[in-house]
T-cell receptor, first 116, second 110 residues
Framework: EPEVTQTPSHQVTQMGQEVILRCVPI?????FYWYRQILGQKVEFLVS????????KSEIFDDQFSVERPDGSNFTLKIRSTKLEDSAMYFC??????????????FGQGTRLTVV | RKEVEQDPGPFNVPEGATVAFNCTYS??????FFWYRQDCRKEPKLLMS???SGNEDGRFTAQLNRASQYISLLIRDSKLSDSATYLC???????????FGKGTTLSVSS
């Protein structure tokens, strides 16, 4: 079964440092997403990406964050100048196959980011 | 952003029990509805989509009431392996953000 893969599984970084979280979405999917889940809280939408540009973003996704699709397979989330409150599980997801009205969103296994 | 509300639980039930979870959503423009399952520190995984006429998948039955903006999930004959957090999820259209409830925790014991 195709799957979304994320690396690394766990990242520890010092406050103020930049981190890049990496994802390989399912190859024939059209939409890519980043979500985050702070420990004990709900899964929160950050950003969606379609046709090589941001299609939607939440109020959480401020200038500290950026996304990129540097090649045909990878999808990255960059967090500049990390803060303690950025510590969370970050999930990448993808969905939508061309010609089908709706498809299940598949999630990667997540990257646990710990800012110290 | 409008919200999705769930009873956080936990629901502690014995094996074989029937348990029901409820969810309400506030955005009347919501078009798609799902139940996801999340195991501790793992990613959410789709349990089932929820259709207007209601739908069943084995021991799991989902219902949708658009007028009341209410979604339910019924689990019959609970198994130990059903222990997890159940997430109610909605979105307004394909390709847009999924909006998650905080989840309801189920613990099934022998």
């Amino acid at each position: 079964e195709p799957e979304v893969t994320q690396t690394p599984s766990h990242q520890v970084t010092q406050m103020g440092q930049e981190v890049i979280l990496r994802c390989v979405p399912i190859s024939n999917h059209l939409y890519f997403y980043w979500y985050r889940q702070i420990l004990g809280q709900k899964v929160e939408f950050l950003v969606s990406f379609y046709n090589n540009e941001i299609s939607e973003k939440s109020e959480i996704f401020d200038d500290q964050f950026s996304v990129e699709r540097p090649d045909g397979s990878n999808f990255t989330l960059k967090i500049r100048s990390t803060k303690l409150e950025d510590s969370a599980m970050y999930f990448c997801a993808s969905n939508q196959i061309w010609g089908r009205p709706d498809t299940e969103a598949f999630f990667g296994q997540g990257t646990r980011l710990t800012v110290v | 952003r409008k919200e999705v509300e769930q009873d956080p639980g936990p629901f502690n039930v014995p094996e074989g029990a029937t348990v029901a979870f409820n969810c309400t959503y506030s955005n009347s423009a919501s078009q798609s509805f799902f139940w996801y399952r999340q195991d501790c520190r793992k990613e959410p995984k789709l349990l089932m989509s929820v259709y207007s006429s209601g739908n069943e998948d084995g021991r799991f039955t989902a219902q949708l009431n658009r007028a009341s903006q209410y979604i339910s999930l019924l689990i019959r004959d609970s198994k130990l392996s059903d222990s997890a957090t159940y997430l109610c999820v909605v979105n307004t259209q394909a390709g847009t953000a999924l909006i998650f409830g905080k989840g309801t925790t189920l613990s099934v014991s022998s």
